[in-house]
């Protein structure tokens, strides 16, 4: 709460949040409208394709009831490969054996997906 910001808005007033910004809102009058516009792959939208919360959806399912240095392992892995800014990631490794290291088609997506999606129907 010490880092907590608070804004009174009047009619037509607009407030933008940052993506990932957790808030909470509080109507002061017995009627009020609100409404929401998610940029860059909201859940639910046809945008979502690429959000991010679907991978922390699978993480929370994958990952977090396990033992505390399983979890650590998998976090410097998420680093390394995803959070990182290393240009230089694939340098060792030839350009045709990238797979979902190198730049992905469309086609390579999809087929990632698909892998996906039939390991969750599995389960």
Same mark, same amino acid.
Request: with cysteine; hydrophobic share 40%.
């Given at each position: 709460?010490?880092?907590?910001?608070?804004?009174?808005?009047?009619?037509?007033d607009? !407030?933008?949040?940052?993506?990932?910004?957790?808030?909470?809102?509080?109507? !002061?009058?017995?009627?009020?409208?609100?409404?929401?516009?998610?940029?860059?792959?909201?859940?639910?939208?046809?945008?979502?394709?690429?959000?991010?919360?679907?991978?922390?959806?699978?993480?929370?399912?994958?990952?977090?009831?396990?033992?505390?240095?399983?979890?650590?392992?998998?976090?410097?892995?998420?680093?390394?490969?995803?959070?990182?800014?290393?240009?230089?990631?694939?340098?060792?490794?030839p350009p045709?054996?990238?797979?979902?290291?190198?730049?992905?088609?469309?086609?390579?997506?999809?087929?990632?997906?698909?892998?996906?999606?039939?390991?969750?129907?599995?389960?």
């Amino acid at each position: 709460m010490k880092a907590a910001q608070t804004a009174e808005l009047e009619p037509g007033d607009a !407030l933008y949040i940052p993506p990932l910004w957790w808030h909470h809102v509080e109507s !002061l009058q017995a009627c009020n409208i609100l409404v929401n516009y998610w940029w860059g792959g909201a859940v639910g939208t046809a945008d979502s394709i690429h959000s991010g919360f679907d991978s922390l959806m699978l993480a929370l399912i994958n990952l977090k009831r396990r033992a505390p240095a399983y979890r650590q392992a998998w976090a410097t892995v998420f680093q390394h490969y995803v959070f990182d800014e290393n240009e230089d990631l694939t340098a060792h490794i030839p350009p045709h054996r990238h797979g979902v290291l190198g730049d992905m088609s469309t086609e390579q997506e999809q087929q990632v997906r698909n892998y996906l999606a039939n390991k969750l129907k599995s389960q």
